[in-house]
């Protein structure tokens, strides 16, 4: 077939290196962007393919999001703007790794097992990020599409949920907005000002709002849509790429793991700041409080802020819809015990990755979603949208219910649903924050978080720790558990766990406790026992 002629070209010039083999990680791909060029090449031919199966436009965003410059990935998207199935994943991983004169092989194997029609068009959407290395391997993604004769449309710079955001559009046929990054400008910032509108005397101050953009595309990206928020919001970018490097020293990663504010953002004490990751899907929240102390508002803060509106409308919608929240292991025990025991919504827990909180999300009415890292959204049923929308426009229910529901119904306008967004959560925020009436530090004092440590341990090959219970526990190596339980044990409060990362080659390690001495003690130890069973490489990690 011409088609198959044409990779085999094509993909010469987009050549594998010989023996090298990548692990499809938490979120797609991710190592040194010098790796990457085949991958990217490989993962054009595959999203051709989900394309041809879906009868469909599929999204291939080129990021490593939270990693350093010098690295790069590939996230795939499927038709309602979600991450690619995992059984894709599966034949993600055999083109990716399969040695030059075996693609063909590998590549009619897909086609074959998923009785691909070869005949059927096929579309796809490509986005990237502002790393240098970005523009080639975007191409490269175009040029995979190509050789199998898909369609290509290249958006070019865009955050990764904007993409998202375009494929979810492009498929319900504008259902869910227009396809275009002004389009999704529009959507968004009219939600926002529906929703700020009626709020009484909202001063300069509490429009006000420091942010941090990680020398990323979310600097870039917020920039553009300021415009559109017609005063509404009063942004201070800091880190917005003209000088400093990507995710170096700033962004949501840096201010989540080091709990500290970003290097450049001048913060006075009390004000509002928020920093995004390299590609604006995740956002965290911080200000600097009394004898300047930093204090972070994590993704577990927003699930808490947002849950605790929505449930509020619901009440005063009188709409009975189930709410949950869905959280991983790293969620702060102290806002799992507020949300069970404080606000009694049901809590779930799952593995690390948006694919699985997400997937965990849609067997509610309304799924709130967050990593403590701050990647998240909300989830609406088709059937809580529809009732939510039939209230807002029935003339005959008393004010205070419409006007709930009216609120609804912009919230549901205003969140991305396809995946965590920084932008759209960071307006979701501001406006449940205006429409509440509340300060950040009243937000922050809604529960107290444990203290906490996170820390990283390098060891030979990471693959050697397994874990189950949504990675609350470890089976492998052997007496790995036996040593993180008992050192939790010598603690008050205390919990830990540890799990391979998928996006850098580490081993996490978590540890929360009474105070945040024995935290970081914990953490330490933990982090001994992980170098010592699981074959640690370099130095011994040292005490804090
Ligand atoms: C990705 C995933 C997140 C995950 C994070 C860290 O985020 O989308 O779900 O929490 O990696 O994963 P790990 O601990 O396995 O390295 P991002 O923002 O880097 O794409």
């Not at 949300?339 to 909180?357: A, F, N, Q, S, Y």
């Not at 009243?442 to 030979?460: G, H, S």
């Not at 609350?472 to 766990?497: C, H, M, N």
Request: aromatic fraction near 6%; include cysteine.
């Amino acid at each position: 077939m011409a088609q198959f002629e044409e990779v085999s070209q094509k993909s010469a010039v987009h050549p594998k290196p010989v023996g090298l083999v990548l692990q499809y990680g938490t979120a797609g791909f991710r190592t040194n962007s010098k790796q990457l060029d085949h991958v990217m090449f490989r993962m054009g031919l595959l999203a051709t393919l989900r394309s041809k199966k879906t009868k469909a436009t599929i999204g291939v965003m080129v990021t490593a999001s939270h990693n350093p410059e010098e690295d790069n990935g590939v996230k795939l998207v499927d038709p309602m703007g979600e991450m690619v199935t995992p059984a894709w994943e599966v034949y993600a991983t055999q083109l990716a790794n399969a040695e030059q004169e075996e693609l063909l092989t590998a590549l009619k194997d897909v086609i074959e097992r998923e009785a691909i029609s070869m005949a059927q068009e096929a579309s796809v959407f490509v986005g990237k990020d502002t790393r240098p290395s970005s523009d080639s391997l975007s191409q490269a993604v175009l040029d995979g599409v190509h050789a199998l004769g898909g369609h290509s449309k290249d958006y070019g710079l865009v955050t990764t949920p904007q993409l998202h955001y375009m494929v979810c559009c492009q498929n319900t046929q504008g259902r869910y907005g227009e396809a275009t990054v002004k389009g999704y400008y529009r959507k968004l910032s009219q939600a926002f000002i529906q929703l700020t509108k009626n709020v009484p005397n909202r001063t300069d101050d509490q429009k006000a709002l420091l942010v941090d953009g990680a020398n990323g595309i979310g600097a870039l990206k917020v920039c553009e849509m300021e415009t559109y928020l017609k005063n509404e919001l009063q942004l201070s970018l800091f880190n917005d790429g003209s000088s400093g490097k990507l995710n170096h020293l700033c962004g949501a990663d840096y201010v989540k793991v080091q709990q500290r504010a970003p290097k450049g953002v001048e913060m006075t004490a009390g004000e509002r700041c928020c920093s995004y990751d390299g590609d604006a899907d995740r956002i965290v929240y911080y200000y600097s409080g009394s004898a300047g102390r930093f204090h972070l508002l994590d993704g577990d803060k927003i699930a808490t802020l947002i849950s605790t509106y929505l449930k509020e409308l619901l009440t005063q919608a009188g709409l009975d819809l189930q709410i949950a929240v869905v959280q991983t292991a790293y969620a702060n025990g102290s806002s799992t015990q507020y949300l069970e025991d404080t606000m009694k919504v049901i809590v779930r827990c799952t593995k690390t990755g948006v694919k699985h909180l997400h997937h965990a999300a849609q067997e509610f009415d309304i799924g709130v979603y967050f990593e403590a890292n701050g990647h998240g959204t909300v989830l609406f049923s088709k059937a809580a949208e529809e009732k939510i929308q039939k209230l807002a426009q029935d003339s005959n229910t008393n004010d205070e219910r419409r006007r709930a529901a009216l609120l609804l119904q912009n919230t549901v306008n205003l969140i991305n649903q396809t995946v965590g967004d920084a932008i759209s959560d960071m307006l979701l925020i501001e406006a449940v924050l205006a429409i509440r009436g509340m300060t950040v530090q009243q937000w922050d004092a809604i529960y107290t978080d444990l203290p906490n440590r996170q820390l990283k341990v390098k060891v030979a090959d990471r693959r050697v720790i397994d874990t189950t219970d949504a990675e609350r526990r470890t089976v492998s190596p052997a007496g790995l558990q036996e040593a993180i339980d008992s050192r939790v044990k010598k603690y008050r409060r205390a919990r830990s766990f540890v799990r391979p990362s998928g996006t850098e080659d580490v081993v996490r390690v978590y540890a929360e406790a009474d105070t945040q001495e024995s935290a970081d003690a914990l953490a330490h130890e933990v982090s001994l026992a992980v170098y010592r069973l699981a074959g640690g490489v370099g130095e011994e990690p040292k005490s804090l």
